[in-house]
């Protein structure tokens, strides 16, 4: 079995930061693109950033300056730093692995449960 791990969201005030990691667990080979998602209340699925194997990176327009986007491949881990929060960045905050391969030879769209990150004073 294989799973997305997210954690580190939370009550945070407007300028602060946080830091979200999402681990994938369980018979991986391989994880090509990784994404990070959110969704506000009422709102639809928003794309944060999208980071590639090899460590190329790319951003939503409004995101690139405050957040970055980086992984541990060894680790199977995916992180967001995220700083200067704005209450319009409370969302729940989920990880994808659109082309995750397993070590039984089959090939995953595998998401994480989500963070909670509130931005508020």
């Known amino acids: 079995q294989v799973q997305l791990v997210e954690s580190g969201g939370g009550l945070v005030h407007p300028g602060g930061s946080l830091r979200l990691s999402c681990t994938a667990s369980?018979?991986?080979?391989?994880?090509?693109?990784m994404y990070w998602y959110r969704q506000a209340p009422g709102k639809q699925l928003e794309l944060v950033a999208r980071?590639?194997?090899?460590?190329?990176?790319y951003y939503e327009d409004s995101m690139e300056s405050r957040f970055t986007i980086s992984r541990d491949n060894a680790e199977n881990t995916l992180y967001l730093q995220m700083n200067d929060l704005k209450p319009e960045d409370t969302a729940r905050y989920y990880c994808?692995?659109?082309?995750?391969?397993?070590?039984?030879?089959?090939?995953?769209?595998?998401w994480g449960q989500g963070t909670l990150v509130t931005v508020s004073s």
């Open positions: 980071i590639s194997e090899s460590g190329l990176t």
């Open positions: 994808n692995a659109p082309d995750l391969a397993t070590s039984w030879g089959t090939r995953l769209d595998a």
């Open positions: 369980g018979s991986i080979l391989s994880i090509n693109d």
